[in-house]
């Protein structure tokens, strides 16, 4: 069985730093990619960032300069540095498994920054 656990989330004050960690289990197949999704309050579900598994790295514009994706394929384990949060930065984070057998969802952390 498939598991994506995210941890890291929490309250934090705008300008400081959060890195939330994703780690898999039960994935026995290829992955193409990975990512994390956000989800602030009364708003759509966004792309945050994504790594492929060649390592190639894409991030939505509000995240570039500020954020860094980054896999440990040794731990299973996805990471997502955040640095200078802003409020806007609050929703819950999801983590996201593109894999051969489709797409696979963590339950999602909850990240809050007060300002």
């Known amino acids: 069985q498939v598991q994506l656990v995210e941890s890291g989330g929490g309250l934090v004050q705008a300008g400081g730093s959060l890195r939330l960690s994703c780690a898999t289990s039960g994935i026995y197949f290829s992955i193409n990619a990975m990512g994390w999704y956000r989800q602030g309050p009364g708003k759509q579900r966004e792309l945050v960032a994504a790594?492929?598994?060649?390592?190639?790295?894409n991030y939505a514009d509000s995240a570039k300069g500020r954020f860094t994706i980054s896999r440990d394929n040794a731990k299973n384990t996805m990471y997502l540095q955040m640095n200078s949060l802003k409020p806007e930065d609050t929703a819950v984070y999801y983590c996201?498994?593109?894999?051969?057998?489709?797409?696979?969802w963590g339950q999602g952390t909850q990240v809050t920054v007060s300002s």
């Open positions: 790594i492929t598994s060649g390592g190639r790295t």
């Open positions: 996201v498994v593109d894999a051969t057998t489709g797409r696979y």
